[in-house]
Every structure is written in structure tokens, then in C-alpha cells.
């Protein structure tokens, strides 16, 4: 529901994937991908900017220092000026996606390069600031779970942070796992705060953990609890609320190391 302002999803039928090239994007491991029809295709294309710890596709095109897939789809459209054309609808799509994958530039993936794709990108026909305004607006609910998160976070002394999100939590707030993703920056505007984890129950029970840090490097802390991503922001899983605080403990050792 979030994302319906850019535009609804094509119904795909399934015989349209014989012979068809499929193309994932911005999908680090296959068990994100949204349609299990993917590997249906004749061949497979993944193209991504997370680092490229499960290789599949028939070809490969990961750039972990790019600020976003879009970034990388623009540079391709770029290349290939000649045989492509890039009408503003989708302008504004690829501005968009670099706008929410480098928190409106400033998150340290933006590069001058990004800047200067953003750049172009805004020469085209639509308008940039209703963009930013619609990336970065929220609503009562969230604007509520907003200040749940500033009131119940725990900081530690080490500078790592962190919040429990259980169903019981979420539930008068009327919001679902991907509606946590939004407050996920949250703690980092706290200045004591240097990393941080929000764990958010699933149907299983389990936790999805949502990680950041402002400087340690914790994408291999994430890999040691299934997971993995960028080494500043990452994803993992524990599989019970009894293991949250082994989490917690591996957190804090790691940012006290590198204080």
C-alpha cells in the first residue's frame, strides 16, 4: 500500500515466462524474490547493488558500491543511449528509487556520481519535490510508532541500541512488518546512538532483525544469524524472543571493540 503512488504491479501470466528473459532487481538472496515464477524463464538476469553472497542468474550484475539499482538501471540506459529511451515516468521511478535507497542522499552510498544521475534525472518531467515530500511524509500510525520507538529504545553504553517490535507492540498501531521499515532510521538521529537493531515478530514467531550502524561494520555479525547486506545495513533472523538478547549481547561486544 505504501508504494501504490508509484504505480501498480503488471499481472504476469504464467505462460508468459516460456522462453522469456527475467530480469530480479535490487534482490540480494532468492528467498526475497517475489514471484517464485523467476526461474520459469529461458534465462535469468540479476542485477543488484547488495553484496552478492547467494549468486544466482545466468548473469550476474552486482555493484555493491552503487547507491541503488536505479543507479545502476540509469547508467545502463545511459550506455545505451542509442537503442533505448527512457520516457519520464520512469524518470521519476529511478529517482525515486535512489531518493529511498540513500535516505533522500544521506546515507553514505551517495556518491558525487549519484548526484549527478539525480541530477539528470530531475531534467525530466515531473516534479522531484513531490517525490521527496511523498518519501519522506507518514501517517498517524507510523507518526505513533515513531515516538513508541524514541520512548522504548534501549541504549546501551557501548552506543548500541535496540528495540523489540512483537505483534502484541504493533498491533493497536494497526501496522505490519514492511510498515516497520520507515522507522528503522529513527535511532540513528540519536547522537549517543552508533548502532542499532529492531527486531520485528513474523507469523513463525520469529524475529526479522533490521540493522544499521553509523561506523562498525556489521554485515558480518548479520551473515553469523542467517543474514547479511551492506556494512552498514543489514538484515537477519533469530528464530525465537529467547534469543533476542543473544543478538544484543554480539552487538554490543562489537561496537565496544571498535569505540
Known amino acids: 500500500e505504501s508504494f501504490e503512488w508509484l504505480g501498480k504491479t503488471d499481472e504476469i501470466a504464467d505462460e508468459q515466462y516460456q522462453d522469456a528473459l527475467v530480469i530480479v532487481v ?76 540513500t535516505g533522500r ?49 534501549t541504549i546501551l553504553d557501548s552506543g548500541a541500541a535496540y528495540l523489540v517490535l512483537s505483534d502484541k507492540v504493533l498491533e493497536p498501531f494497526k501496522l505490519g512488518d514492511e510498515s516497520t521499515s520507515a522507522v528503522v532510521p529513527l535511532p540513528g538521529k540519536i547522537k549517543q546512538v552508533v548502532s542499532w537493531a529492531i527486531f520485528v515478530e513474523q507469523k513463525d514467531h520469529s524475529f526479522r532483525i533490521r540493522l544499521r550502524s553509523k561506523g562498525p561494520e556489521i554485515n558480518e555479525l548479520a551473515k553469523t544469524y542467517g543474514g547479511g547486506g551492506h556494512p552498514l545495513a543489514s538484515g537477519a533472523v533469530v528464530d525465537s524472543e529467547e534469543h533476542i538478547q543473544d543478538f544484543v549481547k554480539d552487538l554490543n561486544d562489537l561496537v565496544a571493540k571498535n569505540k
Open 105 to 153: 542522499f544521506m546515507y553514505p552510498s551517495t556518491s558525487s556520481h549519484t548526484l549527478e544521475v539525480a541530477a539528470k534525472l530531475a531534467t525530466y518531467d515531473f516534479s522531484t519535490s513531490d517525490v521527496n515530500q511523498i518519501e519522506d511524509e507518514i501517517d498517524i500510525p507510523l507518526a505513533r510508532l515513531s515516538a513508541y520507538v524514541y520512548e522504548n529504545l
Open 26 to 101: 535490487d534482490t540480494a538472496n532468492q528467498p526475497r524474490v517475489d514471484d517464485d515464477r523467476y526461474t520459469k524463464g529461458k534465462a535469468l538476469i540479476k542485477i543488484d547493488h547488495h553484496p552478492n553472497d547467494d549468486q544466482f542468474g545466468d548473469i550476474m550484475w552486482v555493484e555493491p558500491d552503487a547507491s541503488s539499482t536505479s543507479e545502476l538501471i540509469y547508467d545502463f540506459y545511459d550506455s545505451n543511449k542509442d537503442q533505448l529511451t527512457l520516457p519520464s515516468e520512469g524518470a521519476r521511478l529511478l529517482y525515486a528509487g535512489i531518493v529511498g535507497d
